[in-house]
């Protein structure tokens, strides 16, 4: 079998919306300290890979995660897009998560983007991407995904999608 697609997702660097339980949803925070450091240490655990194209939200956090990657990478230019941000909390966002919040966050809370609707945005865009590059358009699944959290830790293998 041949991978199509490589695919990385890196979750950005800590904010300090993060260390104090303040939902973000797709507010636009910066990392704090230990965030950038969470950065830059991804930035050098993935310095060897050979990217070919570089995206990311257009949230600060996201793309500043990025560009401490691309620290590594000078020949990419980051693409930033909207579509790649995180899924829209509503009325929750900027509200500290505490038990009391957590029912009023639940299905019936309509200020909240759905989980059909964000599915549909993610594949939207990955259709389009497609698109744009120019190469056949293939499901989603395809392609090896590699993900990571936050904690400047190398990205965890998920598996190979064909």
Known sequence: MTVLARVYLVRHGETDENRNGIIQGQLDTSLNS?????????????KSIPFEIALSSDLNRAAKTTEAILAHHPHLELQKQTELRERHM????????????????GPSDRTIESGAFFAARAESWWIKLHWDIGEKLDPPEKGQLRAGGGRAEMPEYIGDYY
């Open 34 to 46: 230990v965030g950038m450091e969470q950065a830059r240490l991804v930035g050098e655990a993935l």
């Open 90 to 105: 509503g009325e929750m966002q900027g509200r500290t998560w505490t038990v009391q919040a957590r029912p009023q966050a």
